[in-house]
């Protein structure tokens, strides 16, 4: 399988870190993301805010490492964000299938579980 072009980028601040997603996230490239979401936790930041304004496709592989990043940053008392979706085909996706309201916008309190 081919991967396809994803950009993963991060501006770490004491607990805080936002991370700059460009591209796609897909099944080729989803664990990725997870991946190195999870390792901002272990590294002892505990907010993460994940900029999406340069997300041009995100698959349900990539919605589940969302998902699965969400679990993570509770597990390390931590909290993730989303900010910045704009484009129209990551809002219709994310918006059909709920994940929008999984995650609190930046700035708000977590969630609770």
Known sequence: ???TAL???SDAHAERVTV???GEVDIS???LLRNTLLQHFRNGHTTVTIDMSGLTFIDCAGLSALMRARNDARDHS???H???VVQ???VRIMHLTGILQAFPPPGAAPISY
Do not use: E, P, R, Y
Request: glycine share 10%.
């Open 78 to 80: 931590g909290s993730i």
């Open 1 to 3: 399988m081919t991967s």
């Open 88 to 90: 129209h085909s990551v």
């Open 7 to 9: 950009t993963i980028t």
């Open 29 to 31: 490239n989803a664990d």
């Open 82 to 84: 989303l900010d910045g």
């Open 20 to 22: 700059h997603l460009a």
